[in-house]
């Protein structure tokens, strides 16, 4: 019999309460494709060592970087420890897919809010766990949690998993 895929997938898509407010994003077509495939559950803000319930953090730009900040002052910068998590995490699990929370400062892809040098917010920012998994290893198939929901998306990304 041939191995299961390892997927990982944001810990509070699977039924944990690893947010900042101390709740959980459970999914259900989520927590089904534990059916098909090995599932590795990955909270990166837990990961850095942050606790539950915690406060919220932000993405900032700041130059030609984005910081991810904590939002009580004085403002704690999280992002080298995000950056580091995410290649050990990489480093540890041999995954063949990923599965994260949308417009998470930490998971979310283009859809995150940051904030600009003057304090205004975009809508387009990509969390620093999920930019550094993009650079790490560019091919690995990722799929944002809210486009679970659209068959093709879904379809397309397990595809992309059995083939990688």
Avoid: W
Avoid at 39 to 45: G, L, S
Wanted: aromatic share 6%; hydrophobic share 40%.
């Amino acid at each position: 019999m041939k191995a299961q895929k390892i997927i990982a997938i944001s810990a509070c898509l699977l039924g944990h309460k690893v947010r900042y407010d101390g709740a959980d994003q459970a999914h259900q077509i989520i927590q089904q494709l534990q059916r098909y495939f090995e599932v590795i559950p990955v909270c990166p803000e837990v990961g850095i060592g942050l606790t539950v319930p915690r406060e919220k953090i932000e993405l900032h730009q700041q130059g030609d970087e984005v910081r991810l900040l904590t939002t009580t002052q004085p403002s704690k910068d999280l992002t080298v420890a995000m950056v580091a998590y995410a290649g050990m995490f990489l480093q540890n699990h041999a995954i063949s897919g990923l599965i994260l929370k949308d417009k998470s400062p930490s998971c979310g892809v283009a859809n995150c809010k940051q904030f600009d040098e003057h304090g205004l917010m975009q809508r387009e920012g990509t969390g620093i766990f999920a930019a550094a998994v993009r650079q790490l290893k560019p091919n690995l198939p990722m799929l944002q949690s809210h486009l679970v929901n659209q068959d093709s998306d879904l379809d397309s990304f397990i595809r992309q998993v059995n083939e990688y």
